[in-house]
């Protein structure tokens, strides 16, 4: 389960393969065949997993600052440290699998998306009630402005990730970043 989470976060769903995930755990197909019967029922157990492991973890150990908020963005600049990361989250999900033609697959996308929107709402909520934004608040607000973060977020990483321009990634990534403070309604110099 380690290994298959770790490559799976590397490199999404359509990348791995089983042959990949019993290298690195030094161990035969007919290990793989006893514990699951297809590299999809895998994939959910991996997934589930990280899921269960880190939404609740972040909430409670993260500080409630507009800076935590576009943090994700910020690190994301280096996709060569992306690729690398081997601790899975939510996130990886959303930009290992965007537009997976497979239908379980594609319902854990959305359950790693509805996750990391919660998370969001929590968070804009938790700074609201801090006093740290500077504008109205209401929940359809908050609702509205999770989506849009998330969706600039993601639909970074995943053109940043077709680029090959180095440069031009860190534009796309940039642009993100400053566009999450944007609709956070601060500069980029009080972001935190």
Do not use: W
């Amino acid at each position: 389960m380690q290994s298959a989470t770790e490559l799976f976060c590397r490199f999404g769903f359509d990348k791995v393969s089983i042959n990949q995930v019993m290298k690195l755990a030094k161990m035969t197909h007919g290990a793989f065949y006893a514990h699951f019967e297809s590299k999809e029922a895998l994939y959910k157990a991996s997934f589930l997993q990280t899921l269960d492991g880190s939404s609740s973890g972040r909430l409670a150990k993260a500080p409630f600052s507009i800076g935590h908020l576009t943090q994700l963005a910020h690190n994301l600049l280096n996709l060569r440290a992306l690729s690398e990361q081997t601790s899975p989250s939510p996130e990886n999900i959303l930009f290992n699998e965007i537009g997976s033609d497979s239908i379980e697959i594609r319902q854990l996308y959305e359950k790693s998306y509805l996750g990391v929107l919660k998370i969001l709402e929590k968070r804009i909520t938790a700074l609201n009630k801090l006093n740290k934004l500077s504008f109205a608040v209401n929940q359809k607000i908050i609702e509205e402005k999770s989506r849009a973060i998330l969706a600039s977020l993601v639909g970074a990483v995943a053109i940043a990730k077709s680029i090959q321009s180095e440069e031009e990634r860190r534009r796309i990534l940039n642009a993100a970043q400053n566009q999450i403070l944007s609709l956070l309604g601060v500069s980029e110099l009080s972001a935190d």
